[in-house]
């Protein structure tokens, strides 16, 4: 048996002897079983039953059913409707204005926040990368110099070897140029030494054959004739080298 069954039976009982604290009573206990709070001095969430001094059974039974008629009402407003919350109109000016509080402080955040870090990532990462083909540049200037330094110091070196080498030549020739001179001088020499005791032994190889055929001669002719002189022989090898 229900609470509103309860009310009917002792409303066709008694309906003059009840009074305002057990209908009270009844329809706190009413609220309670339909999960409204009971606490003492809570309201209800159903609505507020006032009860009257002197009040009939049958109108207090009539507050109670415009009541649960009520709640019935309520709970029947707050079905869903079956369509997706985002694509609801009746919601649309609550999204509209929480978007639009979104959307600045969104805009707030990355204007003042993010972008301002991100610039300054970029600015800082360009002049590093600036920096870096600066020296590059000037490293590869520095190289370029050394580079031609290195080829005028070589080709100066060359140079050098090559002047040094010539000159290393032209006194080597001057030096075997004087040593041959002299070498054939003191040749010369000895050559015109030796032709001058050839010329000597000769003539003086000359000068005894002569004689050496008068001898001849004188030996030959004695042995033949048995008489000639040395005069006569000399006079005669004398006349032959003339003739």
Do not use: C
């Not at 000037?138 to 050098?160: F, P, V, W």
């Amino acid at each position: 048996m229900s609470i509103f069954d309860t009310i009917h039976a002792q409303a066709d009982v008694a309906p003059q002897q009840l009074n305002t604290t057990v209908w009270a009573d009844t329809i706190v206990v009413a609220q309670v079983e339909a999960g409204s709070p009971a606490s003492e001095g809570e309201p209800s969430s159903e609505g507020t039953t006032i009860v009257l001094e002197g009040a009939s059974g049958e109108e207090i039974l009539a507050t109670s059913e415009h009541e649960e008629t009520t709640t019935g009402t309520s709970s029947h407003d707050v079905k869903d409707t079956g369509v997706f919350p985002p694509f609801d109109t009746t919601t649309f000016g609550p999204q509209l204005f929480w978007l639009a509080l979104t959307f600045g402080a969104l805009y707030l955040l990355m204007s003042k926040v993010a972008l301002p870090r991100i610039g300054e990532v970029l600015e800082v990462r360009r002049d590093r990368i600036e920096g870096d083909l600066a020296e590059a540049e000037r490293l590869r200037r520095k190289t370029d110099q050394a580079i031609a330094s290195y080829e005028a110091e070589l080709a100066e070196a060359r140079a050098k070897s090559q002047g040094i080498a010539e000159e290393t030549r032209t006194a080597l020739k001057a030096d075997l140029d004087a040593k041959r001179a002299g070498v054939e001088a003191e040749l010369a020499k000895k050559v015109a030494v030796a032709e001058s005791r050839i010329q000597k032994t000769k003539a003086d190889a000359l000068s005894n054959v002569g004689e050496i055929a008068a001898d001849t001669a004188v030996t030959l002719v004695s042995r033949l004739t048995g008489k000639v002189t040395i005069k006569a022989a000399r006079d005669a090898v004398a006349s032959i080298e003339k003739g």
